[in-house]
């Protein structure tokens, strides 16, 4: 046979080997993809999952052996195994990533039913949440004076020196501005900003607001430098009344004091004025209220005088009109507050005020 036959026929036979190699990969791939999709489709488990992910498309899986074998072949031909190899990689890819989801949702489904606690089933007597005692007697402050016909009326807990104790007429001087009474907070300009000692900073937004006559409450949460003890505390509870209309009097805060009290500690319940004095009013008076220990007989808890003191009051003082642009020739007022935490200790002979803040559930559960 002649040198040039015998190459011809060497090309031919290799060419057909060639040939079958590839229908062989082909096949391998075509195989492959069934065989994986026909797993993923089956595969419960995110763990067996995972294994099923290294077996079909990691380094050492079938796929990997393919890419190998491929660089025994021709450009042209490892072309187009090529891309019939990476055709064959992203259908497995997909479906596992399609598998991997519905795994994973089943799993928190499964999660959230296992986690679920139905509250509703819970249905004992005593075990109910109440609200707090101070958050009781509050609302029922409120409705009082709703009912008396007066708004209610909150503000901010952080005010500036002005609301809080200029346009109240509190001398520059006072106590109460100084550093070891109040709660000044850090400012990048130095201005006098701290938490309210009081809640008449309210009274002055609504003397601004300009619109008259005014009847309103601001009850809420103050903030003094006191050393909690059985009878204080520096974060506590105050409410209080702001009246401004033609005509108002002396007479008139009387009435609302003793009305207001009775409706809060019952029809028998006595009431009187003493001399006191308050920047914010003029004149001003301390009003007590008999005991409720001894009905006004005289106890250890009033000290045997029968009268128990729950707070302030007074006509409002024409300066605090004034800084509000208030026409002091047409308008008075009266103004009046107490600790509504105080009162609650007083309404049902509570020996320690510390004892509404400490969470104590023996405690809490009583009211």
């Given at each position: 046979m002649p040198a040039a036959a015998g190459k011809c026929v060497y090309a031919s036979v290799k060419a057909q080997d060639m040939e079958e190699k590839i229908k062989t990969i082909i096949a391998t791939l075509d195989s492959l993809v069934a065989e994986g999709i026909s797993a993923f489709e089956e595969v419960g488990e995110l763990a067996a999952l995972s294994a099923l992910e290294s077996l079909y498309l990691g380094k050492k899986s079938v796929l990997g052996g393919v890419k190998k074998e491929m660089s025994s072949l021709d450009?042209?031909?490892?072309?187009?195994?090529?891309?019939?190899?990476?055709?064959?990689?992203?259908?497995?890819?997909?479906?596992?990533?399609?598998?991997?989801?519905?795994?994973?949702?089943?799993?928190?489904?499964?999660?959230?039913?296992?986690?679920?606690?139905d509250i509703t089933e819970v249905n004992i007597a005593g075990l109910y949440g109440h609200l707090h005692l101070?958050?009781?007697?509050?609302?029922?402050?409120?409705?009082?004076?709703?009912?008396?016909?007066?708004?209610?009326a909150e503000g901010n807990e952080i005010e500036s020196d002005w609301y809080n104790f200029t346009a109240l007429n509190v001398d520059p001087d006072h106590p109460a501005r100084t550093m070891q009474d109040s709660f000044y907070l850090d400012t990048v300009d130095g201005s006098s900003?701290?938490?309210?000692?009081?809640?008449?900073?309210?009274?002055?937004?609504?003397?601004?607001?300009?619109?008259?006559?005014?009847?309103?409450i601001c009850p809420g949460r103050v903030y003094r430098r006191d050393t909690a003890d059985p009878r204080h505390l520096p974060v506590f509870h105050q409410i209080e009344g702001l009246v401004v209309d033609e005509?108002?009097?002396?007479?008139?805060?009387?009435?609302?004091?003793?009305?207001?009290?009775?409706a809060i500690f019952g029809s028998e319940t006595k009431t009187r004025l003493r001399?006191?004095?308050?920047?914010?009013?003029?004149?001003?008076?301390?009003?007590?209220?008999?005991?409720?220990?001894?009905?006004?007989?005289?106890?250890?808890?009033?000290?045997?005088?029968?009268?128990?003191?729950?707070?302030?009051?007074?006509?409002?003082?024409?300066?605090v009109l004034a800084a509000s642009d208030v026409d002091t020739g047409r308008y008075s007022?009266?103004?009046?507050?107490?600790?509504?935490?105080?009162?609650a200790i007083m309404r049902h002979n509570i020996f320690d005020i510390r004892s509404l803040i400490e969470n104590d559930i023996r405690f809490l559960s009583q009211f």
């Open positions: 450009p042209e031909e490892r072309r187009s195994v090529g891309e019939k190899l990476n055709a064959a990689r992203e259908t497995l890819e997909k479906k596992a990533r399609h598998k991997k989801e519905l795994l994973e949702a089943a799993q928190l489904k499964r999660q959230i039913e296992e986690d679920i606690c101070v958050s009781q007697i509050r609302q029922e402050l409120e409705d009082i004076f709703l009912g008396l016909g007066y708004e209610i900003i701290l938490l309210r000692t009081h809640t008449s900073p309210v009274q002055v937004h609504l003397l601004e607001r300009g619109e008259f006559p005014i009847y309103a005509g108002i009097g002396f007479a008139d805060l009387r009435g609302t004091v003793e009305v207001s009290m009775q001399p006191g004095y308050f920047p914010f009013t003029e004149p001003s008076a301390e009003f007590d209220i008999t005991c409720v220990i001894c009905k006004g007989q005289g106890c250890r808890t009033c000290g045997g005088q029968g009268w128990i003191e729950l707070g302030g009051c007074g006509l409002v003082h024409p300066n007022g009266f103004a009046f507050g107490f600790g509504i935490d105080r009162l």
